[in-house]
Nanobody, 111 residues
């Protein structure tokens, strides 16, 4: 059974940093995407990483967020720096091209 479990959300002031994690189980080879859903807005794609470590970012986070993976730990990370209130959202990880999502982790950035 495939499972994704996010962790690491929390509250931070603008300009601060947070790292969220996505632990994956039940699948061998996987590409992962991070999404986020701000309050009263639609879910949007944030970043993705392939099995081989290739990364892509949405323009809104490029240069501030870094996605990485530890295959031995079967975990994907999203390091978020220079956070702004516009980054406030529930952050989700998803195995690419599947309906396998984590439960989400809340990130709040105050001004």
């Amino acid at each position: 059974q495939v499972q994704l479990v996010e962790s690491g959300g929390g509250s931070v002031q603008a300009g601060g940093s947070l790292r969220v994690s996505c632990a994956v189980s039940g699948i061998r080879d996987w590409n992962i995407n991070w999404y986020r859903q701000p309050p009263a807005k639609e879910r949007e794609w944030v970043a993705g990483i392939t099995i081989g470590g290739l990364t892509k970012y949405a323009d809104s986070v490029k240069g501030r967020f870094t996605i990485s993976r530890d295959n031995a730990r079967k975990t994907v990370y999203l390091q978020m720096n220079s956070l702004t209130p516009e980054d406030t959202a529930v952050y989700y990880c998803r195995i690419a091209n599947t309906d396998k999502w984590g439960q989400g982790t809340q990130v709040n950035v105050s001004s």
